[in-house]
Each structure stands twice: as C-alpha cells, then as structure tokens.
C-alpha cells in the first residue's frame, strides 16, 4: 500500500518586507513656488491652445491633452536630474516634455506635421522624442512605454550611470499584461525605476471602478513585492514630496517603486471623445475644489505674492505659446525626401 504523504509543515511567515516612508507635502519655497506655477501654467496654455489648432484643422490624427493633469509631470519631473534620469510615457505626452524642458516652439511644429519639429513632422502627437534630454517618448501602444522604460532603467543599471527611470502610464494601461511582466523583471533584477501610474479615473472612457476588480492601484505591485503609495496628484507639492520619497527608495538599491496619482483630466480622451461618460457638473466641481493652478495660485497669494505679478507671468506665458503656434503654422512640412530618412534598413 503506497504510504501516505507527510504532512506539510507550515513555513514561517515571510516577515514585512521594508517599505518606504510616508511621503510629506514638499516644503517649497516662493520661488520654488512660482517656477512650479509656470511650468504647469505653461503646459495649461499650451494645450489649450493645441486645441484650438486641432479645431482648426493644423493638427491632424490624434491629441490627448493633459489640461487637469499638470501637477503630476511638473511635481515629479521638478525632483529629477535631468542630466541622467529619463522619462517615458504614452500617447498624452506633451505635458511631460513640456515639464522636462523641451522647447515649445518644436513641440507644437511637431503637432503640426512641420519640418522643424522635434522627430521632423513624422511623428505627431504620439510620438516625440528627445534623446538629449532624456525624454524617450510618446508611445502609441497602449502599456508599451512600460516594458520599455523597464529597459531604459535596466540600461541605467547595466551602466552604473546613477540614472533611474520614471515611465508613465494610466489606470486604462494599468490591466495591461506586459505591466506586470515587467513588474517581475524590475524586482528580480532590483532595477532603478519609478512606475507612476495616472490615475485620471477614466482611461479611454469607462470608470476605473467599473473596468478594474482592483481600482486602489498603488496596491498592484503587492503580488511582486513592488511597494505602492497613492498620491493626490492635483497637489503639485504632494507630487514633488512623493517623488523625492520613490527617488530615496529607488537611488538606495532597493528596486521598483510604484506611484499612484490620483488626478482628473478636463478634457476628453482625446480631442474627438465626446466624453457623454461623466456630467459636465463632475469636470466642473472637480475643476472648483481641485485645480493644481488654482491651488498653487492660492498659496502663492498666501505667501504675499501680488496678483499683478501672476497677470505679468500669464501674459509672458501666454506670448510664448502663441509664438509656438505661429512657428509651427508658418514652418514649412517636411521635404517628400524624408520619407527615406530615419527608416532601418539593415538586418541585426
């Protein structure tokens, strides 16, 4: 008779492992202050006017603004170096680049199909590139930024330059299967990367409640030992004092980290998303209790900032975008010989 099994013995509990502190509101100063108002201001206009180009027909295809989501770029990107950190990130891309320093003037070129934009009038809104400053896109596919910035931070180790990785994606992105195989590589190999997840509650249209069995996604890392932390991220100094907790984590060896903003984009989807999925009364409350402009604006007038000041700024910012969209009308489109550039012809 074939002898019964022994029993299993129970394994010890696997203890806690360590997990990050909980990140403080960033303690900015007046002038730190006002640098984040521009540069979120800076991105507020110039979406706003991409819009308007695109409703009159210079920008072609699609455009996904970031207009409400402006505290998550501007608040994590402000805390990195940029000389070696990179960034990658989907479709709805402007904002970051715009965050990471990249000129208006070729942003906006690049909307427009011109020569003179920044991957030459051939990729769109979707997908530009900067290899200078370490902006690696503007990815069309869904989810597909993530596997690739789990390379960009392999790279960084493989290099030992000191760089990490922060890749962008959003709650639609985040039920994507390459997401967590990518999870389970960054932990096994302990690489240096910030997931960040933009939890603007709607990806292309449906509720994160109702298409996410599990919608608190800073938890989704639990399963790989990646820990989360969820971040309001229409407050631009909850974002920059969650970025310098995730860069402590990463820069110290200990691997991935996950951040959840939880943020609200105005607009559509898209430019032709009619957006019939929530009440204008939602966007607009949001708009009125939430806004990342409105709140810094508010602490700026607390810190005796004049109102004179912030008019001088907006109109300074708002020179600089319509000088960006004059460009990017008058330029001209690129030579029919590019279409022969910039293709891969050879066999590796």
């Not at 989810?143 to 960084?156: N, P």
């Not at 760089?163 to 994606?169: E, H, I, K, L, T």
């Not at 060896?253 to 929530?278: Q, W």
Request: hydrophobic content about 35%; charged content about 25%; overall charge negative.
């Amino acid at each position: 008779m074939a002898k019964a099994p022994a029993a299993v013995k129970a394994q010890p509990p696997v203890p806690n492992r360590e997990r990050p502190d909980e990140p403080q509101l960033y303690e900015a100063s007046t002038e730190e202050l006002l640098e984040f108002y521009k540069q979120m201001l800076m991105i507020r206009r110039f979406e706003e006017k991409a819009g308007q180009l695109y409703g009159l027909g210079f920008i072609g295809g699609f455009c996904h603004l970031y207009i409400g989501q402006e505290a998550v770029a501007v608040g994590l990107q402000s805390a990195l170096d940029g000389e070696k950190d990179s960034v990658i990130t989907g479709y709805r891309d402007h904002g970051h680049m715009l965050a990471y320093g990249i000129d208006p003037k070729v942003i906006m070129a690049e909307l427009t199909g011109r020569g003179a934009g920044i991957s030459r009038g051939k990729g769109g809104s979707m997908h530009m590139f900067s290899t200078e400053k370490k902006f690696y896109g503007g990815h069309g596919i869904v989810g597909a930024q993530v596997s690739l910035g789990t390379g960009l931070a392999f790279a960084h180790k493989y290099n030992e330059d000191g760089g990490v990785a922060v890749a962008y994606f959003g709650d639609g992105a985040a039920n994507q299967g390459q997401v967590y195989e990518s999870f389970n590589m960054a932990e096994l190999w302990k690489l240096p990367i910030i997931y960040v997840i933009e939890n603007n509650q709607y990806a292309m249209g449906t509720s994160v409640n109702r298409s996410s069995a599990e919608d608190q996604l800073y938890k989704r890392g639990e399963s790989f030992r990646i820990p989360g932390i969820q971040v309001d991220g229409m407050d631009v100094l909850a974002c920059r004092g969650a970025a310098e907790e995730a860069l402590a984590w990463v820069r110290a060896g200990k691997g991935p980290i996950i951040l959840e903003m939880k943020t609200y984009r105005y607009r559509g989807h898209s430019m032709s998303d009619p957006a019939k999925y929530r009440s204008r009364d939602e966007v607009q409350a949001v708009r009125d209790k939430s806004d990342p402009i409105d709140h810094v604006k508010k602490l700026l007038d607390a810190q005796g900032v004049k109102e004179d000041a912030l008019k001088a700024i907006e109109q300074e910012i708002r020179k600089i975008v319509n000088e960006a969209a004059d460009f990017a009308e008058q330029t001209p489109e690129p030579d029919a010989s590019e279409l022969y550039t910039d293709v891969l012809v050879e066999t590796y």
